[in-house]
Nanobody, 122 residues
Framework: VQLQACGGGLVQAGGSLRLSCAASTYSFTTYTYAWFRQPPGKEREFVAAVAAFSGRTHYADSMKGRFTISRVNARNTVYLQMNNLKPEDTAVYFC????????????????WGQGTEVTVSS
């Protein structure tokens, strides 16, 4: 599988963005997909994941209620809807695939997209 992320940009605090991750694969639903982010000068961190087959979702605690991960199988695309954005959400956002369910570490994912930058101004 190959991943192509897009949708980042500059937004004011309180605003919204939707990131997209298009997957090039004939077996889209067999992969677990996740979003990670890397704030400036910090390590990459887990944001949200959607499990293979079941589509069960999981979020980092700080994103619950503001971020929503979803997938549209007919489009081979995973989305991350981000609402009520805060300056601390500023980061490069990456989509990833092929992880084992319930393991949300960076090392668990074998395939990564190129990243899309999100900047939230105060």
């Amino acid at each position: 599988v190959q991943l192509q992320a897009c949708g980042g940009g500059l937004v004011q605090a309180g605003g919204s963005l939707r990131l997209s991750c298009a997957a090039s694969t004939y077996s889209f639903t067999t992969y677990t997909y996740a979003w990670f982010r890397q704030p400036p000068g910090k390590e990459r961190e887990f944001v949200a994941a959607v499990a293979a087959f079941s589509g069960r979702t999981h979020y980092a605690d700080s994103m619950k209620g503001r971020f929503t991960i979803s997938r549209v199988n007919a489009r081979n695309t995973v989305y991350l809807q981000m609402n009520n954005l805060k300056p601390e959400d500023t980061a490069v956002y990456f989509c990833a695939a092929d992880g084992r369910d319930s393991d949300y570490s960076v090392a668990n994912y074998d395939v990564w997209g190129q990243g899309t930058e999100v900047t939230v101004s105060s």
